[in-house]
């Protein structure tokens, strides 16, 4: 499995950026995509979660301004971050996680794609 994250950039604070993490592999269809987070100097954290079925999960922090979603025929994750705050930046991450058909666990991750919030 490959993840492949693009479309970071430079927004300006109240701006939007949509970044994307294409997968490969077939597990990817069931598995939970996510995207996580981390600034400088600090853990990385969970931005927000998709499950296979839709189910979406988000930090505190951006509920209400970022938007979690997949294309399963693409096999991509999207995140459209509106409204964007200087302290959203950081390199964001992709993941993919979930339980093999032998229930093994698995747990993948793409390189990151910097996202950079200007005041």
């Known amino acids: 499995v490959q993840l492949q994250a693009s479309g970071g950039g430079l927004a300006q604070a109240g701006g939007s950026l949509r970044i994307s993490c294409a997968a490969s592999?077939?597990?990817?269809?069931?598995?939970?995509l996510g995207w996580y987070r981390q600034a400088p100097g600090k853990q990385r954290e969970l931005v927000a979660t998709?499950?296979?079925?839709?189910?979406?999960n988000y930090a505190d922090s951006v509920k209400g301004r970022f938007t979690i979603s997949r294309d399963n025929a693409k096999n991509t994750v999207y995140l459209q971050m509106n409204s964007l705050k200087p302290e959203d930046t950081a390199v964001y991450s992709c993941?993919?996680?979930?339980?093999?058909?032998?229930?093994?666990?698995?747990?993948?991750w793409g390189q990151g794609t910097l996202v950079t919030v200007s005041s």
């Open positions: 592999g077939s597990i990817i269809s069931i598995s939970t």
């Open positions: 993941n993919a996680h979930g339980i093999q058909a032998n229930l093994l666990p698995y747990d993948y």
């Open positions: 998709i499950t296979s079925g839709g189910r979406t």
